[in-house]
């Protein structure tokens, strides 16, 4: 899952959200220097990663990109599924997906002191450029794709990804509508689990 699934799956916990915006950014010991609070985030961001990982409908949408995109599949998928996300955001939640980006932004900023250096980085892209909402469109996931392609140390081809997705977007979609209820529940449970 991307950006745009963690902090739905945070639920309208800031610290949580916080931990699972910067997880990826948090190396070893690093995880030792954030609250309680931001520690859970993190660790549920890499919950969320291995359960993702390992479920067999995400593995069937990445089996069908592997041939093309080899080992950068499961991140190209990662950001379809929030494109479906962000898509059906109405679906899934009371609160608008504008509020819900507009929240994650300003819970960075607030916390911009203590984030890792690669997040510090990516704030002022994400939020200027309203990552979060711009799932929801493919010409914004075009220029994602793109930027990722760019930063890739070897040849990725994932500036190719949107018209995959365009030619499976029925299955894509299924997929994810079958997927994505699991790891709600999924994630609830821990949430729960952290009171």
């Not at 002022?124 to 309203?130: E, F, G, K, S, V």
Request: contains cysteine; positive net charge.
């Amino acid at each position: 899952m991307n950006f745009l699934a963690h902090v739905y799956l945070s639920g309208n916990n800031e610290q949580l959200i916080l931990g699972n915006l910067i997880a990826d950014a948090v190396k070893g010991k690093q995880i030792d220097r954030f609250s309680l609070g931001v520690v859970q985030g993190i660790k549920l961001h890499r919950l969320i990663d291995a359960y993702t990982d390992q479920h067999i409908v995400f593995k069937s949408s990445v089996k069908r990109l592997e041939p093309v995109y080899k080992k950068y599949a499961a991140v190209i998928c990662d950001i379809y599924y929030d494109h479906f996300l962000a898509k059906n955001f109405h679906k899934y939640s009371s609160v608008s997906l504008a509020k819900t980006a507009h929240t994650a932004y300003e819970i960075l900023i607030r916390n911009y002191d203590i984030l890792p250096p690669n997040s510090k980085r990516l704030l002022p892209y994400m939020a200027t450029q309203n990552w979060l909402e711009g799932y929801a469109n493919l010409s914004e996931l075009q220029r994602v794709f793109n930027g990722m392609s760019r930063r890739t140390s070897f040849v990725s081809g994932m500036e190719n990804a949107i018209s995959d997705l365009i030619k499976d977007y029925s299955a894509y979609e299924t997929e994810f509508s079958l997927f994505f209820p699991d790891i709600i529940t999924y994630t609830h449970k821990i949430r729960l689990s952290y009171k």
